[in-house]
């Protein structure tokens, strides 16, 4: 499957609208580890993995969530196709309700604000010619490379509270400027930090808005998102938001997600910065 984050891009600098679409859509991340993997006979088609269970899908085994793993179950399923989808149409069709389940399982709305992306798992060519049917929705958190980073310990209930900001979005792009926004570390040098309220825009399914409604839309809310987030107004920090084009619109990404981007890279957290200056 394939992760999808194609965006448009715009920005508000504290008060003065700035907005322009991407020059063209952006290309999505790499592709992680699918259905495509080579697993035992049967394994996912007669004894699937149950939710919370977590997987090495490198290996197509069933781990302890407290070992190094790169994908965690949240929901089993079967796919209804009458012969096996391309890659492309698989993902469309997957991803969303997959998203869904994520969703719910992770107890908050604001994923597209952190490295959290749905991940499914379906059969490859092989595994469907003997019958196999299998769906796995899983999550994953993912790297600078988009990729599914190994990790240890269980993501149910992972957005409650403040746990959100252990999985927070930061970008060494531009944000506003860039239109493949590439993750960094937040407490390495970076430029954008994704803050929680991910503003929903449309259902899965459903037509996507025109660029000029979701920016409306994001021109009006992302500023008090932010400012929030800072605890105040600085002059050092503008605000931006990411836009879903049509391909992430299909594989339901239908949010728009502010974001908070410094004048120059920073090393720790804008959260909380108030009116103050950018650290040192």
């Known amino acids: 499957m394939?992760?999808?984050?194609?965006l448009a891009v715009c920005a508000?600098?504290?008060?003065?609208?700035?907005?322009?679409?991407?020059a063209s859509p952006p290309a999505p991340p790499a592709t992680a580890p699918s259905g495509r993997v080579t697993v035992p006979a049967n394994m996912y088609g007669e004894n699937p993995p149950k939710p919370g269970q977590c997987l090495d899908t490198g290996n197509a085994i069933v781990v302890d969530c407290a070992d190094p793993h790169?994908?965690?179950v949240v929901n089993t399923g079967k796919l209804t196709a009458t012969s096996m989808p391309d890659e492309a149409t698989a993902a469309t069709l997957t991803i969303p309700p997959c998203r869904e389940k994520l969703a719910e399982y992770l107890g908050g709305p604001d994923?597209?604000?952190t490295?959290?992306?749905?991940?499914?798992?379906?059969p490859n060519q092989e595994q469907w010619a003997k019958g196999e049917r299998w769906l796995l929705c899983t999550v994953a958190e993912v790297g600078a490379d988009e990729r599914p980073a190994k990790r240890t310990g269980s993501l149910e209930g992972a957005l409650q509270g403040n746990e959100l900001f252990r999985y927070q979005t930061c970008s060494v792009s531009?944000?506003?400027r860039e239109a493949k926004l590439r993750r960094g570390p937040c407490d390495g040098p970076h430029l954008g930090e994704a803050v929680p309220g991910v503003i929903n825009v449309g259902k899965p399914g459903g037509s996507i808005p025109g660029n000029d409604t979701m920016n409306r839309t994001a021109s009006t809310r992302c500023p008090a998102l932010v400012k929030k987030y800072l605890g105040g107004d600085s002059k050092e920090v503008s605000v931006a938001w990411r836009l879903p084009?049509?391909?992430?619109?299909a594989r339901g990404y239908t949010n728009v997600v502010c974001f908070a981007e410094a004048a120059r890279p920073v090393k720790v957290r804008l959260r909380?910065?108030?009116q103050g200056a950018l650290p040192s």
Do not use: F, H, Q, Y
């Open 70 to 72: 790169d994908a965690e």
């Open 245 to 249: 084009n049509a391909e992430s619109w």
């Open 174 to 176: 531009s944000p506003s």
């Open 111 to 113: 994923m597209d604000a």
């Open 272 to 274: 909380n910065l108030g």
């Open 2 to 6: 394939r992760i999808a984050w194609g």
């Open 12 to 22: 508000v600098l504290l008060g003065i609208t700035a907005c322009e679409p991407a």
């Open 115 to 122: 490295n959290l992306v749905a991940m499914p798992l379906w």
